[in-house]
Structures are given as structure tokens and as C-alpha cells.
């Protein structure tokens, strides 16, 4: 299956990105791709081009396009629809991590109380 993906290309610290057209199997480090539809650099304001045509002919014989590519695409207005979450969900704590942490902090206040209790007897009355 082909898909629409960055590849990153660029200097250390200095990141800029390719728009490829690549086999979904092949790694993004690989250097394989079919054709490269635009590039696109983060740390510049303006600084995506896209070949609108060619992205929207590919996309018309049902390539698929990342998360990431998706969402770049509609912000240049490229497709329309919703962006897609990219980031990953927060887990919520269970309740057996939460009441495992109830004796920790009592541990932590009993250990309090000793080195309170240390220092007083170390300070020497004057």
C-alpha cells in the first residue's frame, strides 16, 4: 500500500522535511520513494510547498496519507475535513496504582517526622 509521508532531510538542529510518495512497508530512513510531492520546514513561516495536483491525484486512487501529512494538508487547504490527533492518549492511573500510593505517603511523613526529630537532638543548646 502506498502511502504520503515525511522524510526528514536537513542538518543537525536544522530539520526540513520531504513530501514523499513511498511504499508503506519501507522505512522512513530507507531513502525509497516513488516521487516527492513538496517539502516543507517547520521553522519557517510560509515555508511548505506542495504539488497540489499530483497529491490529489494520488489521493484519488486511494493512497493514504500519515496522520502528520493529513493534518499539513488541511491546514494549506489542500482537503478539507477534521485534523486528526496525532499525540498520544494519557493513560489514567488505575485504582490499585492509586491506593498502592496511599502507604507511600504515609511512609514519607513517618520518615519526615524522624529527621525532625534527628535535628533536634543534634542542635546543641545554647
Known sequence: MLKIRLQR?????????????????????????????????????????????????WMSKGVKATPTVHNLFIVEKIISGKKINVLPKKTVPKKEEVAAEAPKAEVKAEVAEVKEEVKKEETPAA
Do not use: A
Open 9 to 57: 532531510t536537513g542538518r543537525n538542529q536544522e530539520k526540513t522535511f520531504r513530501l514523499v510518495l513511498t511504499e508503506s512497508k519501507n522505512s522512513t530512513k530507507s531513502g525509497k520513494f516513488l516521487e516527492v510531492l513538496g517539502n516543507h520546514d517547520f521553522r519557517v513561516k510560509n515555508g511548505t510547498t506542495i504539488n497540489k495536483e499530483r497529491v490529489l491525484y
